[in-house]
């Protein structure tokens, strides 16, 4: 790996990884072919990258009644757009593709959310969540109430605010690493894999 091209901090050779990271990192880098640089860069803290992927896989790997995983991808989208964040917007994109099977609400979302082809629901949720990423004081109980308008659960509404707080850390993280998208990530969704 280069240094340089990955993180601003060290990087860890696989090898050197304790075994349950190892493990982890192997089967991400099976099932999608490659290893996302977000890994690389936050392995060197074993204990935070170990924290950082369990909240993550515990709010992103699920679909309930009012959030599918689709729909948490589009709110780390438009809300890593909102963030400035190259890296989460093109990876978190190629999810969209990929679990929307659409290849084109993810740049739709991250160019302007309003103007997105998505549900009444899924728009009533972008707009809490920019808020939340953007005036986080302005947030208020109307807000939820709305949520809980839309069919959301009392789990999906709490999903709403922890995803776009993890987010916030990852968008942030990412900046200060100067971690940069995999070439891998623009073409996924877009393309037939081979």
Same mark, same amino acid.
């Given at each position: 790996?280069?240094?340089? $091209?990955?993180? $601003?901090?060290p990087l860890v050779a696989a090898a050197d990884l304790p075994a349950d990271l190892q493990a982890r990192f192997a089967e991400v880098a099976d099932a999608s072919g490659f290893l996302p640089n977000v890994f690389a860069a936050l392995a060197w803290?074993?204990?935070?990258? %170990?924290?950082?992927?369990?909240? &993550?896989?515990?709010?992103?790997d699920k679909d309930t009644p009012g959030l599918s995983q689709a729909d948490r991808e589009v709110v780390v989208v438009a809300t890593s757009a909102a963030n400035d964040c190259l890296y989460?917007?093109? !990876? &978190? *994109?190629?999810?969209v593709r990929i679990r929307a099977r659409d290849r084109y609400l993810a740049d739709q979302v991250a160019?302007?959310?309003?103007? !997105?082809p998505v549900s009444e629901r899924l728009a009533a949720v972008l707009e809490v969540a920019m808020r939340l990423a953007l005036e986080p004081a302005t947030v208020a109980e109307p807000d939820l109430a709305a949520l809980r308008a839309q069919g959301l659960t009392e789990d999906d509404v709490w999903d709403v605010g922890a995803i776009v707080s993890l987010f916030a850390l990852s968008n942030r993280l990412v900046h200060w690493a100067a971690v940069p998208?995999?070439?891998?990530?623009?073409?996924? *969704? %877009?393309v037939p894999r081979s």
């Amino acid at each position: 790996m280069d240094q340089q $091209r990955i993180s $601003r901090f060290p990087l860890v050779a696989a090898a050197d990884l304790p075994a349950d990271l190892q493990a982890r990192f192997a089967e991400v880098a099976d099932a999608s072919g490659f290893l996302p640089n977000v890994f690389a860069a936050l392995a060197w803290r074993p204990a935070e990258a %170990r924290a950082f992927f369990a909240l &993550h896989d515990a709010l992103m790997d699920k679909d309930t009644p009012g959030l599918s995983q689709a729909d948490r991808e589009v709110v780390v989208v438009a809300t890593s757009a909102a963030n400035d964040c190259l890296y989460c917007v093109v !990876a &978190h *994109g190629a999810l969209v593709r990929i679990r929307a099977r659409d290849r084109y609400l993810a740049d739709q979302v991250a160019v302007d959310w309003r103007k !997105a082809p998505v549900s009444e629901r899924l728009a009533a949720v972008l707009e809490v969540a920019m808020r939340l990423a953007l005036e986080p004081a302005t947030v208020a109980e109307p807000d939820l109430a709305a949520l809980r308008a839309q069919g959301l659960t009392e789990d999906d509404v709490w999903d709403v605010g922890a995803i776009v707080s993890l987010f916030a850390l990852s968008n942030r993280l990412v900046h200060w690493a100067a971690v940069p998208p995999n070439e891998e990530f623009y073409v996924m *969704g %877009r393309v037939p894999r081979s």
